[in-house]
T-cell receptor
Framework: AQSVTQLDSQVPVFEEAPVELRCNYS??????LFWYVQYPNQGLQLLLK??????LVKGINGFEAEFNKSQTSFHLRKPSVHISDTAEYFC???????????FGQGTTLQVKP | EAQVTQNPRYLITVTGKKLTVTCSQN?????MSWYRQDPGLGLRQIYY???????DKGDVPEGYKVSRKEKRNFPLILESPSPNQTSLYFC???????????FGPGTRLTVL
């Protein structure tokens, strides 16, 4: 079985500052990892995903994430955030042998001017 | 336009009154899934379907049923709704589980 933990429920940050949203997972099999963003009153949108290969994954809107197998982490980073990045961010994991997709509890990113 | 549609968008009902939330996608996706979103709990998968006539339980299937008789439709059925099923429900589809999931607009359900 897979599980995912987002270590911060809220992350306040000033505009143009860097940010890291943390995600740890557990699984007994190979995994696929995803980050989704949800803007207020909207559905979810994929930011990036890791399936295999390079551990540094680049996504949309300047976000990137690094897959660390030894630490079972998949942290999301952006070097300089904008007000428009204010949203809820979800990490998700799927096992390579299952159709289940497990989401974390979400991290609310609050970008302040 | 490629999209996932859900109906109804809002529903208030009473305990025990059977209801169905429809989900339809026009992208010929094989994988479809239902989630519920509750504050502080993120999204939790209810059921998923890898293809027509193939469905399986997610993390929170109790009290729900699904069917996948056609590729485009994946209805969610609550046979006897209870107040703890009050939630925001999302349907999603993708070509395969490794692909980006396209989410519907959500259905806000209140069970009194």
């Amino acid at each position: 079985a897979q599980s995912v933990t987002q270590l911060d429920s809220q992350v306040p940050v000033f505009e143009e500052a860097p940010v890291e949203l943390r995600c740890n997972y557990s699984s007994s099999v190979s995994v696929y990892l995803f980050w989704y963003v949800q803007y207020p009153n909207q559905g979810l949108q994929l930011l990036l995903k890791y399936l295999s290969g390079s551990t540094l994954v680049k996504g949309i809107n300047g976000f990137e994430a690094e897959f660390n197998k030894s630490q079972t982490s998949f942290h999301l980073r952006k070097p300089s955030v904008h007000i428009s990045d204010t949203a809820e961010y979800f990490c998700a994991v799927a096992g390579s042998n299952t159709g289940k997709l497990i989401f974390g509890q979400g991290t609310t990113l609050q970008v302040k001017p | 336009e490629a999209q996932v549609t859900q109906n109804p968008r809002y529903l208030i009902t009473v305990t025990g009154k059977k209801l169905t939330v429809t989900c339809s996608q026009n992208m010929n996706h094989e994988y479809m899934s239902w989630y519920r979103q509750d504050p502080g709990l993120g999204l939790r998968q209810i059921y998923y379907s890898m293809n027509v006539e193939v469905t399986d339980k997610g993390d929170v299937p109790e009290g729900y049923k699904v069917s996948r008789k056609e590729k485009r439709n994946f209805p969610l059925i609550l046979e006897s709704p209870s107040p703890n099923q009050t939630s925001l429900y999302f349907c999603a589809s993708s070509p395969q589980i490794v692909d980006e999931q396209f989410f519907g607009p959500g259905t806000r359900l209140t069970v009194l």
